[in-house]
Each structure stands twice: as structure tokens, then as C-alpha cells.
């Protein structure tokens, strides 16, 4: 069974930045699209950046230009560099397939942005 590792949350204030990780085990990132969600309260979850198989990115309009999705498949981890964020970038953020497996979500890591 597949198991997903996300770390790197933390408190930022406004502008800041931050850097998500997600370590997999039983899921090999080079034959996986994998993507960066998230959910904030009272509000589903969203996906806010993928990466195919072939390296290929695309992102939420509302996260483009400041969040940067990357990958280091030796390590079978995939990252989310996240700039000027803001106080809606508040969430739990989760990395899974693309599309997600239910039973891949993880614990998630909570990004809070203060104004």
C-alpha cells in the first residue's frame, strides 16, 4: 500500500515562503503524474500544481507564477516551492496521484499565512 509523507508546513507571514516536500513509499514517481492539493476550511480540496510522468507542470491561476512544483526521483520525492504567499494560501496542503487515490492521502501539512 501506497504511503505519502508531506512535511514543510509551518506559520509564514504574508510574502513569505516556504518549501513543501512528499516522500512516497509504493508508488514510484517516474510512472506516476503526481500533484500538490489543498484544503481549506469549510472549503474542498483543490489541486494547485501537477507534474506528469514526462515532467510537465501546470498550476492553479491562482498559485501561477508563485509556486514552483519539481521532483527528485532517486529520492521519490516531489516538492512545492511556494512564494509571496498570502493569507488564502491558508490550508492543509497534500501531495497524491493525479488523479488522487483515496486511499493515498496522507496526513497533509498545514500552511497558515498571516496578513
Known amino acids: 500500500q501506497a504511503q505519502l509523507m508531506e512535511s514543510g508546513g509551518g506559520l509564514v507571514q504574508a510574502g513569505g515562503s516556504l518549501r513543501l516536500s512528499c516522500v512516497a513509499s509504493g508508488i514510484i514517481f517516474r510512472f506516476n503524474a503526481m500533484g500538490w492539493y489543498r484544503q481549506a476550511p469549510g472549503k474542498q480540496r483543490e489541486l494547485v500544481a501537477g507534474?506528469?510522468?514526462?515532467?510537465?507542470?501546470n498550476y492553479a491561476d491562482s498559485v501561477k507564477g508563485r509556486f514552483t512544483i519539481s521532483r527528485d526521483i532517486a529520492k521519490n520525492t516531489v516538492y512545492l516551492k511556494m512564494n509571496s504567499l498570502k493569507p488564502e494560501d491558508t490550508a492543509v496542503y497534500y501531495c497524491n496521484t493525479r488523479p488522487p487515490i483515496s486511499n493515498n492521502w496522507g496526513q497533509g501539512t498545514q500552511v497558515t499565512v498571516s496578513s
Open positions: 507534474i506528469t510522468v514526462g515532467g510537465d507542470t
